[in-house]
Nanobody
Framework: QVQLVESGGGLVQPGGSLRLSCVASGSIFSMYVLGWYRQAPGKQREFVATITSSGSTNYADSVKGRFTISRDNAKNTVYLQMNSLKPEDTAVYYC????????WGQGTQVTVSS
C-alpha cells in the first residue's frame, strides 16, 4: 500500500505561482510513475502532468510552458511548480503514483482568484 500526502495548495491571484508537493510512502519510490491530476467543480478529473522513473515528463496542453513537474527520489517527493496561474486552474489537485496499480492522494485545493 502506498500513501500519498499532498500539500502546498491555497488561494493565489491570477498571474501568481504555487508549488505543490506530494510525499509518498514506500521503498521503491524511484520506480513509480508519478503524476498530477485536477478536478474542477462539476467537471471530471483531468490529467495535468506526469514524470516517469527516468525523468521523462508529459504535460496537458493547457499547462505547457506554465507548470513544471519534478521529483526528488531521496525525499520520496514529487512537485508541481505552477506559474502564471489562471482562474481556470482552480481545482482540487491530486497526486498519483503508479507501480502495477495506481494510488491517489487526498487532494489539495488550488484557488486562483482576485
Amino acid at each position: 500500500q502506498v500513501q500519498l500526502v499532498e500539500s502546498g495548495g491555497g488561494l493565489v491571484q491570477p498571474g501568481g505561482s504555487l508549488r505543490l508537493s506530494c510525499v509518498a510512502s514506500g521503498s521503491i519510490f524511484s520506480m513509480y510513475v508519478l503524476g498530477w491530476y485536477r478536478q474542477a467543480p462539476g467537471k471530471q478529473r483531468e490529467f495535468v502532468a506526469t514524470i516517469t522513473s527516468s525523468g521523462s515528463t508529459n504535460y496537458a496542453d493547457s499547462v505547457k510552458g506554465r507548470f513544471t513537474i519534478s521529483r526528488d527520489n531521496a525525499k520520496n517527493t514529487v512537485y508541481l511548480q505552477m506559474n502564471s496561474l489562471k482562474p481556470e486552474d482552480t481545482a482540487v489537485y491530486y497526486c498519483k503514483a503508479t507501480w502495477a496499480v495506481p494510488y491517489w492522494g487526498q487532494g489539495t485545493q488550488v484557488t486562483v482568484s482576485s
